[in-house]
């Protein structure tokens, strides 16, 4: 399977609490609800089609709280193109501390999260799909294991909060795979990591 991301970011990068007011409030965090106002029936319908994609999904733990409590609790999810993909099919998570998953179709990943994801990857299907979960994702790129990066940015700057790529870390090239945007401006863009950038000398 191809290991592909799934991120919503602010234009400044912000990737906590998009959905609601109360989805993430860590470290004080009060603008959370930033990017329902601008989701459109453009992007919903790539939303929808991407979820479609999926032969599993990988998280972190706090994002697969928020989704299981969310899309894993919504009735008749055979209706809806999000909660019915991630109710169907397998789901893993990455944590050491999660132990009694109440999700049905949920793996925990408590040891080597690269060697699982590594041996997930060698299974036959189309992709694992990792959705928001940074300190996953960021784990994920460092062990070369990212096959694509997907982006859809919001066209509002929130000003504070967690955001995808720390102010320092690994740098990597990326190969511009497709690229669109929507009525209300979410520009949605899907990257191939390529190793590492050519600098420029003198």
């Known amino acids: 399977?191809?290991?592909?991301?799934?991120?919503?970011?602010?234009?400044?990068?912000?990737?906590q609490g998009l959905g609601g007011s109360n989805e993430d409030r860590r470290g004080g965090f009060e603008r959370g609800g930033w990017a329902l106002p601008l989701l459109d029936d453009e992007a919903e319908a790539f939303l929808?089609?991407?979820?479609?994609?999926a032969d599993a999904f990988l998280f972190g733990r706090r994002t697969y709280e928020i989704f299981a409590g969310y899309w894993?609790?919504?009735?008749?999810?055979?209706?809806?193109?999000i909660a019915g993909p991630l109710n169907a099919r397998p789901k893993y998570v990455a944590s050491t501390t999660l132990t009694d998953p109440q999700w049905a179709g949920t793996t925990v990943l408590?040891?080597?999260?690269?060697?699982?994801?590594?041996e997930l990857?060698?299974?036959?299907?189309?992709?694992?799909?990792?959705?928001?979960s940074g300190n996953l994702v960021r784990?994920?790129?460092?062990?070369?294991?990212?096959?694509e990066i997907t982006l859809l940015t919001y066209p509002v700057v929130v000003g504070q909060g967690t955001r995808l790529f720390p102010a320092t870390g690994p740098d990597t090239a990326l190969e511009l795979v497709n690229s669109q945007s929507t009525?209300?401006?979410?520009?949605?863009?899907?990257?191939r990591p390529t190793g590492r950038p050519q600098y420029a000398t003198a």
């Open 183 to 191: 009525p209300r401006g979410i520009s949605i863009q899907v990257y």
């Open 139 to 147: 784990h994920l790129l460092d062990s070369n294991l990212v096959d």
């Open 72 to 81: 894993g609790v919504m009735p008749d999810p055979e209706n809806n193109p």
């Open 48 to 53: 929808a089609e991407v979820f479609g994609r």
């Open 110 to 118: 408590s040891g080597d999260v690269a060697a699982a994801v590594g």
């Open 1 to 15: 399977m191809k290991l592909t991301t799934v991120t919503h970011v602010s234009v400044d990068g912000v990737m």
């Open 121 to 132: 990857k060698a299974e036959p299907g189309r992709e694992l799909q990792v959705h928001g």
